[in-house]
Each structure stands twice: as structure tokens, then as C-alpha cells.
């Protein structure tokens, strides 16, 4: 308290020296803040007190201080940054050479208990100056911007409607704007027609999940009394679900819920005809009652009706539309099928390419199995052989000298002509 006291005072004695200035920044903004020393002076911060860091101008040598500041602002010069402000950022930063106060109020907006509410719920609408709670500020309410009547930082909405539903603006003064969308949800339903005989689904739905938790509900039909309804039950192993033993004439979802309370009406009569009241009930006291009517008209002859009518969608449509995890159920098995798909094709090219390497392999061993080709694998030619054959039948036979042209012998002495 003693110190809430001093920075009270150090505060209003800085404003009132001039030497202070005020900056107003929302959640994740930046500030930045000017010694006004020269940039080779020693500087020192401080935040609420505690040392941020101090400088030696000569050397340039930082040292962080205690502070939380320290492990996230940075100093270029004599000016000191502070990024991605939270709302315990907000206070007063010192900078001790120059005696120059500087005041930081970090704002945030927000609405309790959420920014989804139910129709005839309460709210609050908050526009939080973490420091200075008596401050005013304007608030804009949708949808033309025109300027709500209080000016507290926390005003008070009562038994919301789609009047309230948009967006709200809150000016800090005048320079700073934050905007706060609210959304305004009710149960919906639809009227239903249906055949004798046939199995129809009566509507209970919200729009979208909500900021309140579902804690009970039911369905109710006055003109059947004996027909026996289930519950809605929330508990901590099973969520959100459906709890009745007696599925004669109404069936349900046996899985978790989210926004969808329909239920089926089996082999519905004449007498099941009339209207039938949808309730479900949420955290703090804030219960919604929404009504259907069910008409039923005799099946004209010859004609086959559907053993499910509405209303709604059939069981497994509502089934794959059933939110897992914030997403729908078809979704998910979307998902997984193409992660199995894409699993098996990365399994297939993997074994196609190992069969390729396989191929290769083999084919660079059978061409280093092959043997080198030597001389005795060439052509042996014979011609040596032939030519001496040839030569031997080519050869003439000696001619007996009597035999022997007489032209071509030579005259001896005795020749007479």
C-alpha cells in the first residue's frame, strides 16, 4: 500500500512539473521513451523502482536489472523500447540522468463471460486501464456507432438480444480505439411435417458453441405424458450427453454433444401431433426454451414413404456433422483418409524405387561378369593354307619333252628344215 502511495505521488508531482508524459497503449502494442541525454552519457531506467538496465556511454556496456522489463526491452540511444506489452507492463519508467517520468497504461477489452452469448443472459463489457480504474472512457454501441450512456470502464448489459449483438468500441481518450464484437445466440428449430408410420427428427440446435457451459436439459410434450424423454446430463468423464433408459418411442445420440439436441420421434401417430418444447439450461442459472410443432398426415395410398422424415438430417449425417475436438466429424475422416492415402503412395514409391535400384545393381554386375575379348576369340583366317593349297593345284605338271612344242625347242647342230 506504502508503495502504491509513493508512485501515487511521484506521479502527480511529475504532471505537475511537466516532465511527465502518459501513454496509452492496448495489449501487444509498443512503447518507446526518450531520455533526452546525450547517446554517449550513462543512462539509467527504472520501472516502478526497479532498475531495468543501465548503460555506460563510453563502453556501450549493458547491465539488465531485476526488473521483468529488462528481458524484453532494448535501448538504442537514449530511447528505451518496450514491445509486446502486457498489462503488467503498466507504471512508471524513470530515467535517472534527465529526471524524465514516463507513465504506461497497457488497456485491454474484453467481455465476461465470453464474446458468445445466449439470448436474456447477462454480460459485462470491459475496457480495463490496468492502473487507473477511475479514468472514463466512451463506449460506441452497434450498430451505428452511437455513444452508450455510462462511461464506465465496466458497463452491465441485461437480458441481451440481437439488439446488443456487434460491434462495441471503446475510446480512450479520444486517441486510443478498441473494439469488442459480442454475438447474441438463441435455441433454433424448425416446424415438422410428417407421415403416419414415419420416423422424424425434432429440431433443437444452437447456431454455434457458446460461452456458457451446458450443464442440463430436456425435451417435453404435454399432450404425452406417458412417452418418456431423455435428459441432458454433463459430467466430467462423459461430457455433454443424453441420458434415458426407455427408447420405445424416442431415440437419441448415445455419444458427446456440442450444439445439437435433436431427438427422434419413432413410427409417429395421430396423437403424436401437437407441440413439443426443447429446454436446455446453461451455467448460471440461464435456461432457453425453444418450441416445435409436429403435424401428422395420413400417407397417401400407394405411395411409400420414408422411414425418416423431417425435420433433419438422418442419424449418420448428424453423426459426421458431430464437432470432435472443434471440428467437425466428417472433417477428421477426411483427413485421415488422405493421411492413409498419402502414407500408402509414399510406401509405393519407396518400394518402386528400391525395385529400380534393385534392376540397376543387377544390370551393373552382369556387364562385370562379361569376359574381355581375346585374340583366339577373332576370326581365324585360313587364307595361308588355301594360298599354299592353291598353289600346289595350280602348278602344272611336267610336260614330257617329246610332248614339248617343237616351236619352242632349240635347233641343234643336226636340225634340217
Known amino acids: 500500500m506504502a508503495i502504491c502511495k509513493i ?97 504506461v497504461r497497457v488497456v485491454s477489452a474484453f467481455v465476461k463471460p465470453g464474446p458468445v452469448l ?57 486517441d486510443l480505439k478498441l473494439i469488442v464484437a459480442l454475438t447474441v445466440v438463441g435455441l433454433q428449430t424448425t416446424a415438422v411435417n410428417a407421415s403416419k408410420g414415419d420416423n422424424i427428427e425434432l429440431p433443437c440446435s444452437l447456431p454455434q458453441s457458446v460461452s456458457q457451459r ?22 466430467a468423464g462423459e461430457g455433454l450427453h443424453w441420458h434415458g433408459n426407455d427408447l420405445s418411442k424416442v431415440n437419441f445420440t448415445t455419444g458427446q454433444l456440442s450444439t445439437n439436441f435433436d431427438v427422434t420421434l419413432k413410427k409417429v401417430q395421430s396423437s403424436d401431433d401437437g407441440t413439443f418444447v426443447c429446454t436446455v439450461e446453461f451455467d448460471g442459472g440461464v435456461s432457453l426454451s425453444v418450441e416445435t410443432t409436429l403435424r401428422v398426415v395420413d400417407k397417401p395410398s400407394g405411395v411409400k ?10 442419424a449418420v449425417m448428424e453423426s459426421l456433422t458431430k464437432e470432435v475436438y472443434g471440428l467437425k466429424l466428417w472433417i477428421w475422416i477426411a483427413v485421415g483418409a488422405s493421411s492413409v492415402a498419402l502414407i500408402v503412395l ?8 528400391r525395385r529400380n535400384k ?47 612344242n617343237p616351236r619352242t625347242r632349240t635347233a641343234g647342230p643336226n636340225h634340217t628344215n
Open 214 to 235: 451446458v450443464v442440463g436439459g430436456r425435451w417435453k410434450a404435454d399432450h404425452l405424458p406417458k412417452v418418456s424423454f431423455p435428459n441432458l446430463t454433463n459430467t
Open 118 to 174: 445466449l439470448q436474456s443472459s447477462n454480460a459485462e463489457l470491459h475496457c480495463d486501464i490496468t492502473g487507473d480504474p477511475n479514468t472514463e472512457v466512451q463506449w460506441l454501441r452497434p450498430p451505428n456507432g452511437e455513444e452508450y450512456k455510462e462511461k464506465k470502464q465496466v458497463i452491465q448489459l441485461k437480458s441481451v438480444t440481437s439488439k446488443e449483438a456487434g460491434q462495441w468500441t471503446c475510446l480512450v481518450k479520444k
Open 346 to 353: 509414399i510406401v509405393v514409391i519407396g518400394v518402386v524405387q
Open 7 to 103: 508512485l501515487f505521488f511521484l506521479l502527480a508531482l511529475c504532471v505537475w512539473c511537466g516532465k511527465c508524459e502518459v501513454f496509452y497503449k492496448r495489449v501487444g502494442d509498443e512503447v518507446s521513451m526518450k531520455c533526452g541525454v546525450d547517446s554517449n552519457s550513462d543512462i539509467d531506467w527504472k520501472f516502478n523502482g526497479e532498475s531495468i538496465f543501465s548503460i555506460t556511454g563510453k563502453s556501450g556496456t549493458r547491465r539488465k536489472g531485476s526488473s521483468h522489463i529488462a528481458f524484453k526491452a532494448s535501448a538504442s540511444g537514449d530511447t528505451l523500447k518496450v514491445p509486446r506489452l502486457e498489462t503488467r507492463d503498466s507504471g512508471n519508467y524513470f530515467c535517472r540522468q534527465s529526471g524524465k517520468h514516463y507513465t
Open 305 to 314: 414413404g420414408s422411414n425418416n422424415r423431417k425435420g433433419k438430417p438422418p
Open 358 to 404: 534393385r534392376m540397376k545393381k543387377r544390370v551393373r554386375t552382369l556387364r562385370s561378369m562379361r569376359q574381355p575379348l581375346t585374340d583366339k576369340d577373332y576370326c581365324q583366317c585360313d587364307r595361308a593354307e588355301k594360298e599354299v593349297e592353291f598353289g600346289e593345284q595350280a602348278r602344272p605338271l611336267p610336260v614330257p619333252r617329246q610332248h614339248r
